[in-house]
């Protein structure tokens, strides 16, 4: 199996009350079960949030990595989003809707485009984003058997590995007894979701050992095991 395209990255969101961003005012009403009115809503209130964030993180970014202005791309706000390039990789923001709770707003943050994963493990990256993300996302330009992979785990028979997935098998779900994380296989995408207190790095080694006992069979790019 040939994976010649791919790409990892990582994303964290929290929760915040809708009325604590500094856009919103007293008289403004919110859209009530209609998303795309409230992300129309929320590009126009949150442009002041996600200033400031951009503005946080060009600091911590030139403070951390000794970055120079012209190695920074900032762009935006706009529409309640904005994002800063760097030589090794590009952090987001992104004010979205709460599906769950019209009161409320996601603030979802994500880096994408890494130039290598190792950049997740130093000390500098940690100390910016270990606060900000719980999940990787690994995507792979060839397709993971998931059936095969649901098969490999249930012939296993491991007693403290529990594994769901739908009828036809498009995705599933792996859970451990001795591991927080949960793995979720997709046959594009392997999702990697932890607990808010993980660091980048614990995130990374539950993904390593949740690879080494289920997807050892897997053909995966080098740089999705461990050395």
Not at 83 to 90: A, G, K, L, Q, R
Not at 112 to 117: A, E, P, Q, T, Y
Not at 172 to 200: F, N, W
Request: aromatic share 8%.
């Amino acid at each position: 199996m040939s994976h010649s395209k791919h790409s990892i990255s990582l994303r964290g969101r929290k929760r915040l009350p809708l009325k604590s961003l500094a856009g919103f005012e007293k008289h403004h009403r919110i859209p009530a079960a209609d998303e795309e009115a409230m992300e129309r809503f929320l590009a126009s209130i949150g442009g002041q949030d996600v200033g400031q964030d951009l503005d946080l993180f060009f600091k911590k970014l030139r403070d951390e990595f000794r970055y120079k202005r012209r190695e920074l791309e900032v762009a935006g706000p706009i529409d309640g989003t904005g994002s800063i390039h760097s030589p090794d990789f590009e952090y987001r923001i992104h004010l979205r809707p709460d599906t769950e709770s019209p009161e409320s707003v996601i603030w979802e943050r994500s880096v994408v485009g890494l130039s290598s994963w190792k950049i997740l493990l130093t000390e500098a990256f940690q100390k910016i984003f270990d606060p900000h993300l719980s999940s990787v996302i690994i995507e792979l330009s060839e397709p993971i058997d998931t059936l095969a992979v649901i098969d490999h785990i249930e012939d296993l028979g491991e007693s403290d590995c529990e594994v769901d997935y739908d009828r036809e098998g498009t995705w599933c779900d792996i859970r451990t007894s001795d591991l927080e994380a949960k793995m979720r296989i997709m046959p594009h995408q392997i999702l990697v979701d932890g607990p808010v207190a993980y660091s980048t790095a614990e995130l990374m080694e539950n993904y390593w050992q949740l690879q080494s006992r289920f997807l050892a069979t897997v053909d995966l790019p080098e740089w999705c095991t461990k050395a």
